[in-house]
């Protein structure tokens, strides 16, 4: 992949969804970039999920893990749910050896499961305050 | 250990960090490296990268292919004349930062490679050798 002079990555929304499709060998800079604007994003379109794709990502090492930790723990503070989906076996054995764990990241094989975990996520919150709001009626 | 071909590279930007990758990616896999082997080696190779461009204010990698009997080998050494690392012991310590990373450059590149090796003293640079066989 030569294609490291992209400045940006794309988030595309979806629904209550923002999907990032990481298909570029990330620098420091484009990674801190992305942190920033899919922050940015979820505030501003209230987003209750959060899609990562890296099945692109020949390699994580702990600068892009921290970031992955990062966006996770910054969206769930702004009330969304984060599945990072697509990562390589050999990726994961590296990650773990380098002392990277994700603890707290949700992760899914596939787009599609992904998807799942965030519907399911969105419908148990909402089932919950249906539930808080028919105990307030009472 | 009879070296096949080597060249030098040079670390001054966050790009170069990811052209290191690249060009190790291509060598791992001239050694023949399998795949999980390869990324470790990517991902020591990122860590120690980094390293010298953040900390070391930049310098070189030197890369050599290597041959041992029948055996190959990929030998990276990143060098800097930077400020050097005052405490080794701390530095090789999992989770100890001075740069606001995770803290597991230096100790989990250590943990992707066969060899490793450092040579360091205040004001005089930082020398980090990794090497990894098929």
Known sequence: M??????RIAILRMGPFLLVTIQVDMHDQLALTLQDDLTAKI???GAKGVL?????????????G??????????RILDAHTVVVGMKPAVAITLVELGITLAGVRTALTVERGM????AAIAD???????????REE | MPTVKSDTLSLRSEQDIVNVRQVVRKLAQECGFSLVEQ?????AASELARNTVTYGKGGDVLWEMLTEGLKKGLRLSFVDAGPGIPDLELALTDGWTSGGGMGLGLSGAKR?????EIETAPGKGTRVTILRWK
């Open chain 1, 2 to 7: 030569s294609m490291g002079n992209v400045e």
């Open chain 1, 43 to 45: 505030e501003k379109t």
């Open chain 1, 52 to 64: 990562i794709d890296i099945s692109a990502l020949d390699m994580v090492d702990s600068f892009i």
């Open chain 1, 66 to 75: 921290r970031m992955i930790g990062n966006i996770s723990s910054m969206s």
């Open chain 1, 116 to 119: 799942n975990i965030l519907r």
């Open chain 1, 125 to 135: 919150q909402t089932d919950q305050l249906e539930a808080d709001d028919a105990d």
């Open chain 2, 39 to 43: 990324t470790k080696m990517v991902t």
């Open chain 2, 112 to 116: 992707l490679v066969n060899e490793f």
